[in-house]
């Protein structure tokens, strides 16, 4: 049977950096090798260095994007796309659409772009979600499939770790809550002894709260202990997270969270908190912790470093888990929700 031309709608794609760009660059390039006639249209303007095996349009004009999608079979949206996604209505082309994060405003309100975004999901052939938590909030009928990780780069050097090794890795914004991880790193100082080890807290990004961030860490006399990394990728990030026994994320909002799977996999141990698709993205593979809360965040860490065998038991399922987010793996989950959607009368 004749595999169908898949066009992939992604408005943010390589060169950017971020969740959406990963997953559509594993995504498309699997497509591409499982033999699937694949073309991109994205809003991203810049080329970067990479080439890829099948077309990439950028910021197409209105000539362009109807000679795409006439072309399509199928047209996938890795996340609501109205302005790339439209002249699927006038092909009559089958729709996947993909949930990666929320459609609605930061406070829950929904403006005119979300309401139609919402109403695309009901039209569509195929919905996905990337965690159960994107499925229960936006579109219940959709498919949950975890993300994929870049098992080529994120590796298990087996180096040393200090046993009490902490990284974050992210963007430092509010919401990434790097600022609960400070406050709970002082609250564990004060509950161990003068001999005792102190923790060390590497955070790994950039982003508009880093002076603020620097500020604090000084406030609370943590200056010996935080390292601020800067952004880092490939083998520089990978070497990091290879230094440290444990991964925070203590975010107020994920779809589903790349960064606890992308730690696990260079065997940090993930301490994510409990909002969004982070119980998703650990599994039974890390521990949650009320999210927002430092009191939450020192329990849940003083009670995995005071009980190696629950530490053990986290380790003994990451193996397992990680097996699940193989790319092969997640990339056929999505091509057998494809193939239904062709499928449909």
């Known amino acids: 049977m004749k595999k169908p031309n898949i066009l992939f709608i992604s408005y943010a794609f390589y060169p950017n950096v971020g969740g959406i760009e990963v997953n559509a660059e594993i995504l498309t390039t699997h497509f591409h090798q499982l033999g699937y006639p694949v073309r991109v249209i994205t809003a991203v303007c810049e080329n970067g260095e990479k080439i890829f095996p099948f077309p990439v349009v950028r910021n197409p004009n209105m000539t362009e994007l109807f000679k795409h999608h006439k072309w399509a079979d199928v047209v996938f949206e890795n996340s609501p796309s109205l302005r790339l996604s439209w002249p699927r209505i006038l092909f009559a082309t089958k729709s996947v659409i ?14 005119f772009q979300d309401k139609l975004k919402l109403k695309a999901l009901h039209k569509a052939d195929g919905v996905i979600a990337v965690s159960r938590a994107m499925r229960d909030t936006f579109f219940p009928d959709a498919t949950v499939i975890g993300n994929p990780y870049r098992d080529e780069i994120f590796k298990n050097l087996e180096l040393n770790r200090a046993p009490l090794s902490f990284v974050f890795l992210g963007r430092l914004v509010s919401e990434k809550g790097v600022h609960i991880a400070l406050e709970s790193l002082k609250q564990i100082n004060l509950h161990r002894q003068s001999h005792q080890e102190k923790p060390v807290f590497k955070i790994v990004g950039d982003g508009p709260e880093l002076e603020n961030l620097q500020k604090l ?23 990091i ?16 969270g790349n960064v606890a799977i992308e730690g696990m996999a260079c065997g940090c141990l993930p301490i994510v908190s409990d909002c969004g698709g982070l119980p998703d993205a650990v599994g039974d593979a890390g521990i949650l912790f009320e999210t927002f809360s430092p009191e939450a965040l020192t329990t849940a860490i003083e009670e995995l470093i005071n009980n190696p065998k629950l530490e053990a038991k986290y380790r003994s399922n990451m193996g397992a888990h990680l097996k699940n987010h193989l790319p092969e793996r997640v990339a056929l989950k999505y091509l057998s929700v494809i193939d239904n959607a062709c499928q449909k009368k």
């Open 217 to 239: 860490v000084v406030q609370k006399g943590l200056e010996s202990q935080v390292t601020f990394e800067g952004r880092k990728v490939g083998a520089e990030l990978v070497k």
């Open 241 to 256: 997270l290879n230094t440290c026994r444990y991964i925070l994320v203590p975010s107020a909002n994920e779809g589903f």
């Open 98 to 111: 993909a949930i990666r994060g929320r459609i609605s405003r930061d406070d829950g309100r929904l403006n």
